[in-house]
């Protein structure tokens, strides 16, 4: 009979710290494609998958990255109440970062005083080697419990690792340590125990000095049951302190001491080891000058690339649901309504979500290779010197450039931050950034009217301009919520940097494939869903196609043959529409930023999702539909357009109005909802909608105005 024959379902719960490789191991054990990164905070919420053993399954959960039992991020918070709460796992594999032992094992002697079965998975073995030789034998007789090295992404020890849990579930070892501390702490730990035994509690040694000396930890809250209690805590605290000065760090220095001791007995330096490549690199791409340098010059290459590479795509995605679109359509021509919901409302919903799927997954997989080479750490680090003065730090760089993409996987990035008010702020500008959902409205407007005007170079710079436009907004904008409306603080910024290594195939797909997914399944029921809403205001109410046609014989007849009678049918029947209806009701209001009905009507459009706006302008431009940002004849009709007085509508000022409108507002509901989702409530979605609204409006105006002055 094996260890597991007959057994219940058991929990392990994979522990660690950002970065030690805990993912890797998760996909080794259970064969899930969750993502991995080289970065703290890629996990920010707990993963599971299945562990079959000699017949058994097991629930194996991923944890979030975690330093300490005292969290101060959501995606820590998350993973410490799961460790020592309610419903804590069977058995705990702390996965431990061998090249970083010390650090790493500060987490395990907080989590060991739980008194929790416990398995140690030791990574990095493989590039720690080169320097330091692991004594997996003295670790396992230091902590008390087996120890396994691991390579997971080689196979390496995988094998060993599954069998030492399945024994682990029997034998059920508890780690053994000693940690060291001053006698006055265990006297006063003892003086706290006797107390609590006499309110008829009872508490542990190691309950009773995390109480003493840490009490920010969240797992205190159940001990603290009544005032006498935390009356009794303070006091007894407050005599420790008296006896041994000053607490607050003792707990860390005591655990260091010890995790020092451990590292002394269980790892042995390499003769002559050379010094790292790491250190090396770093001296240039950390450098407060080149390094900058070269990170705005990476930036670049990589937004340039997206262009040039998303282009032929999503020319055939469009192509593809073109087709679809052209073969659907003769089966309802009876039906002209359903027809029209199918293939402009539905088929053209599902286009509208995929076509900006080649931007997503190029931007991804170079946000996947920097991450798996350790460079996105660097980034970071340089990025905080400018989020800094305005209360962010480095942390909020990663969800700041996911949001490129769309700002759906950034908004949930967010998680990462320190805390609550820097978390939310995060969420609140991470709308500002340049979305591949808005690059038609660019590409449209600068191909029609800055590139025929201004040259290619010209182009080029405002197409790279558009993209930061957002990002140079947001920095006093942060700036702003952190001083007048969320009050926040910059906290201290602390970040590992990993050694520079060659990125993983698997998981670089790992992490496209995590984020196409997240984008189909929020972003993309959004667009579909919004994409037939839209449909329908610009549908109804159905003027009488007769009526039409004698209106389009009456005009003259250079006004006949400039438009196509279905074109002109067309139109009409949006600007009768519901939406083009509120457009002219609005047009007032829009006209100081440049934009007439057929602009504003646009802009509602494209409110609930910005992918819909293109199409919406060749319905109202009298192009049709079928459109898109590259249609030569859409940018001739822009070009033409003009105001009733015949002065021309689309010119490089209104363009540029035009374009920052799109840059600075929030116009898309998945993303709202994803705000909804993230902070509980309508309340900052709200917010978000109506400051980003009316930026976009004031700094459209301001454009616009002095366009007027200048010419």
């Not at 039992?69 to 996965?95: F, K, N, Q, T, Y």
């Not at 000095?209 to 797992?219: C, F």
């Not at 250190?279 to 040039?308: C, E, K, N, P, W």
């Amino acid at each position: 009979m094996t260890p597991t024959t007959e057994r219940r379902a058991f929990t392990v719960g994979l522990v660690g710290n950002p970065n030690a490789g805990k993912t890797s191991v998760f996909n080794a054990l259970t064969g899930a494609k969750q993502r991995i990164g080289n970065y703290p905070g890629v996990t920010v919420e707990k993963a599971e998958g299945k562990l079959e053993l000699a017949g058994a399954s097991c629930r194996v959960i991923d944890f979030p990255g975690l330093y300490s039992l005292a969290p101060i991020s959501v995606d820590e918070h998350v993973a410490s109440e799961a460790i020592v709460g309610d419903g804590r796992p069977d058995l705990i594999v702390s996965v431990l970062d061998g090249s970083n032992l010390e650090r790493n094992l500060f987490l395990f002697s907080q989590i060991a005083e739980f008194q929790l079965p416990m398995v140690v998975a030791v990574t990095q073995t493989d590039t720690m080697d080169r320097h330091f030789h692991l004594k997996c034998d003295d670790l396992e007789k230091a902590l008390g419990v087996p120890v396994v090295a691991v390579v997971a992404h080689k196979g390496i020890g995988v094998q060993e690792l599954k069998h030492a849990i399945d024994k682990a579930l029997v034998d059920k070892p508890i780690p053994k340590i000693e940690l060291g501390y001053p006698k006055v702490v265990v006297d006063a730990a003892l003086r706290l125990i006797e107390h609590y035994q006499s309110q008829g509690m009872s508490i542990t040694e190691a309950q009773a000095r995390t109480l003493l000396l840490d009490p920010g930890r969240a797992t205190n809250a159940p001990l603290l049951a009544t005032q006498d209690l935390e009356n009794k805590v303070d006091e007894i605290r407050e005599g420790l302190i008296g006896a041994h000065g000053q607490t607050k760090t003792l707990d860390a220095q005591v655990r260091y001491a010890w995790a020092a001791h451990v590292k002394r007995q269980t790892v042995s330096p390499v003769d002559s080891p050379k010094k790292r490549k790491t250190d090396l690199i770093d001296r240039f791409l950390t450098h407060r000058v080149f390094g900058l340098a070269f990170f705005v010059g990476l930036m670049y290459l990589v937004f340039q690339s997206i262009y040039s590479l998303a282009g032929p795509l999503m020319d055939l995605i469009e192509s593809g649901v073109g087709a679809v679109g052209g073969f659907v359509s003769p089966f309802l021509e009876g039906t002209p309504a359903i027809q029209s919901l199918v293939v402009e409302g539905l088929i053209g919903g599902v286009g509208s979500a995929l076509v900006f799927l080649p931007q997503i997954v190029i931007l991804f997989f170079f946000i996947a290779v920097l991450e798996g080479s350790g460079y996105l750490a660097r980034a970071a680090f340089l990025m905080d010197k400018l989020l800094g003065w305005c209360g962010l730090n480095g942390r909020a760089f990663i969800p700041l450039l996911s949001s490129f993409a769309c700002a759906i996987p950034g908004i949930m990035a967010a998680r990462v931050m320190p805390d609550q008010k820097s978390r939310l702020v995060t969420i609140l500008v991470a709308p500002l950034m340049s979305c591949s959902a808005r690059l038609p409205v660019y590409v449209l407007l600068i191909g029609a009217v800055i590139e025929p005007q201004f040259g290619p170079w010209w182009a080029g710079f405002a197409l790279f301009a558009m993209h930061f436009v957002g990002m140079v907004v947001a920095i006093p904008v942060v700036w702003f919520l952190n001083k007048k409306v969320v009050k926040g603080k910059r906290l201290p910024f602390m970040l590992e940097l990993p050694q520079y290594q060659w990125p993983k195939f698997r998981d670089v797909w790992t992490t496209i494939f995590s984020r196409v997914k997240v984008f189909i399944t929020t972003a993309g029921t959004v667009i579909v869903a919004m994409s037939v809403v839209i449909w329908a205001l610009l549908y109804f109410p159905r003027p009488d196609l007769g009526s039409l046609e004698r209106e389009f014989r009456s005009l003259p007849l250079t006004n006949q043959t400039s438009v196509s009678l279905e074109n002109y049918q067309e139109r009409r029947q949006r600007e009768d529409s519901i939406l083009g209806r509120f457009g002219k009701a609005l047009e007032p209001a829009f006209v100081p930023a440049g934009f007439d009905w057929r602009l504003t009507t646009a802009i509602l459009a494209a409110f609930p999702a910005r992918e819909v706006v293109v199409p919406a302008m060749g319905i109202l431009f009298n192009q049709g539909s079928d459109v898109d940002e590259s249609s030569q004849s859409l940018g001739d009709a822009l070009k033409s357009a003009t105001w009733p007085d015949g002065r021309p509508l689309i010119t490089p000022w209104s363009a540029v109005s035009l374009m920052v409108f799109f840059a600075l507002c929030c116009q898309c509901m998945a993303t709202l909802a994803t705000i909804k989702r993230e902070t509980g409530g309508w309340r900052w979605p709200a917010f978000a909608f109506l400051y980003m609204t009316a930026l976009a409006y004031l700094a459209s105006v301001l454009i616009m105005q002095v366009g007027r002055i200048f010419g």
